[in-house]
Every structure is written in C-alpha cells, then in structure tokens.
C-alpha cells in the first residue's frame, strides 16, 4: 500500500524554487517576497531564489542543522522509495551518518553524481564496484547504484528506467542528499521541461521540502533540503571561495614525489608534511578542483608562505575571508598511508599514494575531517 503524503504544513503556498514557506513579515528570513507578489497565483518564486537565479547573488538564511534533519526525517517515514544523491570527487563529504542512519530502512536507489568530473581512465563500472563496497561496510543494501552526471544527463534517464521496472502506480519518491551534490539539478532533468527548482552551487539552496510530478508517470517527487555535514573544508570559507572548491570541471590531477621534510601545501587550506625517514622517497597523486593551487615547498618556509602568499599565490582563501581562516583553531594530525590507500581531507581533495607507505603531518583547522580509504583513483605507473 502506498503512503499518502499530506498535512497542513505541506499545503500552505511555498516558493517554487526552494520549498521555504512565504511570508512577507522579514526580509532576512527565508521565503521572504513583497505582499503584492504573495496575493498572486500559481508559481511563485521567493527573492532569495530569484537573485540566486537572476543575478547569481547569495543569500544566506540561518536554518539550523536540526530543522534540516527533522524536516528531512519527517518525510522519510511517508516514502515509498528514497534516491540518495552522492557526490563522487567529495564522496566522503556526501557519505553522511547522519543521512544514512535515517534512510537505511527504505527501499534506495543510489545516484552518484558528477561522474563527468573524473578522469576519463575511470571506467562507471569501476566506480559502481567501489561504491557498492562502501555500502557493504555500512551494511546496507541499495536496490540499484546508478552512476551519472546531472550537468550532462548521463545515466539520469536510468533512474527513471529502474523506478519504472521497481514500482507501478503512485509512488512517493524522494529524493536527499548533503549540500552541493547536486540534488535540485538531478530532479529538474527528471522532470524533463518542467524545470522547477533553483539551481546553484551555493550550499543549502533548497531550505524546505519541494514535490513534483514526474511527467508521464505516478511518481510524485520530492526534494528535502541539503543537510550540511561536519568536517567539509569547503564550508569553512566565504561563498565564493567554496565555489572555487566544489569543482565544476574535470579535477586536477598532480603526482609527486617528495622526501623528507618537504612539504606540499593545498592553497592556503592544509599543510601536508612528509615524514618519511631520510632515503625514503614515496610517490603519491594529489587530487582537488583546478582552482585550489598545489606548491611544493621547504619546511622552514611554511610560516613565511602563510604570511605572505594566501590570498595570491596560494588560494582558497581569498583574501576577502583569509583571516578568518586563519583565525580557526588549527591541528596537526599524523598518518601513514599505505600503497592503494587514500588520505581524504574532505570537502577539500586527497592524496592517493603510489609507491608508499606515506607517513605525513597534516595541519588544517580543528573541525575538518580526515579519513583513510582504500584507492578510488590508483595512481598511473
């Protein structure tokens, strides 16, 4: 039997674009539009939307992490089936506990987007296998993996494809996801010409809980808000910055091979430090958006680099929120990488170690995540 998806707080009239409910009290809160515009009929858009769309203008609105989480588990409990978005260059960034744990008793069909962005020597069957592994760990089990890219259209029809073979009739679909990986551009190509959802890179675009229907079909679709994660790099910088991160095209990709003391710095982000004994000399691959600049440096230059080049030479930070960067508490984590394995700093890159093992000092603020996974990228030999 299907769930039936309703209730006063879903009815009253929303903004078209980010499902936050309009009002026309407060111009800082979210859904905000001028009174003659909330007397009209049919679609409206609220002006946080239309200048995101318009004019690509930020307008942050202060939703706290647990309205995301209570608005995204209040629908979970009335879907029939869930698609969870992943974003494969930040997949540690987009694999969120949090999200996990509310959706692992639901029927899932996993989307990994932005496949575009991977060098091309990565075949889609390679990274199905290496997902499905994840998954196996967190002892889970998707109906179906699709891999693809929502700026392309590659793949996307297959969801459809695999809703159509899994469920007939009415079925409510929803759809979830952290911030930034893409999940407002997923459903707009799902639902063809009928283009409803505002679209940006900014993060916590969709504030409120969106639904469509899917032309053609019974599927009711609907959009829960981006829940923000701990520990993304990415959103511990101003909003420009964090588009510069999030990459829009293929990563960059260099190799390196550095001995001890030397030190490879990401931007002015994180300081990577190499600690292997004097001789040893391991090869690793680095891995980030083509704006995030790489330099190789000494150790006993750090200090004047950090003075004197963030903002220029090496960015992110811009120097519009450099000092505030700077300001964060920082730590310094050691870790030993083994050969196959990849250090990830999330919502940053990583560094896949080709001839190893890589003993490393990494410095970045107190709240960024690390973690140590098996190879996603191997480096070429």
Excluded at 91 to 117: M, Q, W
Excluded at 358 to 373: D, H, Q, S, T
């Amino acid at each position: 039997m299907k769930t039936k998806i309703g209730g006063d707080k879903l009815n009253k009239k929303k903004c078209n674009g980010c499902g936050a409910e309009l009002q026309s009290n407060d111009e800082n809160r979210a859904g905000y539009v001028p009174k003659d515009k909330l007397k009209k009929t049919g679609n409206v858009v609220c002006k946080r939307c239309f200048q995101i769309t318009n004019y690509g203008k930020y307008v942050p609105v202060g939703i706290a992490d647990e309205e995301y989480i209570e608005e995204v588990k209040m629908i979970i409990k009335e879907l029939d089936v869930v698609i969870l978005i992943l974003d494969i260059i930040d997949f540690e960034g987009s694999f969120n506990e949090k999200i996990l744990n509310i959706i692992r008793d639901k029927p899932i069909i996993v989307a990994i987007n932005k496949i575009d962005l991977v060098p091309t020597d990565k075949h889609p069957s390679e990274i199905s296998d290496w997902v499905k592994k994840r998954f196996i760990e967190k002892r889970i089990n998707p109906l179906d993996i699709s891999i693809i890219s929502a700026k392309t259209r590659y793949g996307v029809n297959g969801i459809l494809t695999k809703l159509n073979h899994f469920y007939k009739g009415r079925t409510n679909v929803g759809v979830v996801g952290v911030t930034n990986v893409g999940k407002s551009t997923v459903i707009n190509r799902l639902l063809g010409n009928k283009k409803n959802l505002t679209v940006s890179k900014y993060p916590g675009t969709t504030l409120k809980i969106v639904k469509n229907i899917i032309p053609g079909t019974e599927f009711t679709l609907i959009d829960t808000p981006g829940i923000i994660p701990n520990g993304r790099i990415s959103d511990m910088v101003c909003h420009e910055c964090n588009l510069k991160i999030v990459p829009s095209s293929e990563i960059s990709r260099m190799t390196f091979k550095m001995e001890k003391d030397r030190v490879l710095m990401l931007g002015g982000l994180a300081v990577i430090r190499v600690l292997n004994e004097e001789g040893e000399k391991p090869i690793f691959a680095a891995f980030a958006s083509k704006d995030v600049k790489f330099h190789k440096t000494n150790i006993n230059r750090i200090e004047d680099m950090k003075s004197k080049h963030i903002g220029e030479m090496l960015i992110p930070p811009c120097n519009n929120c450099k000092d505030e960067y700077s300001s964060l508490k920082m730590k310094k984590e050691v870790h030993t990488v083994n050969e196959g394995e990849e250090l990830v700093l999330k919502g940053l890159g990583w560094l896949s170690v080709k001839r190893g093992p890589l003993k490393v000092e990494v410095e970045l603020p107190e709240n960024a995540e690390i973690i140590i996974r098996k190879a996603f990228i191997v480096p070429r030999r």
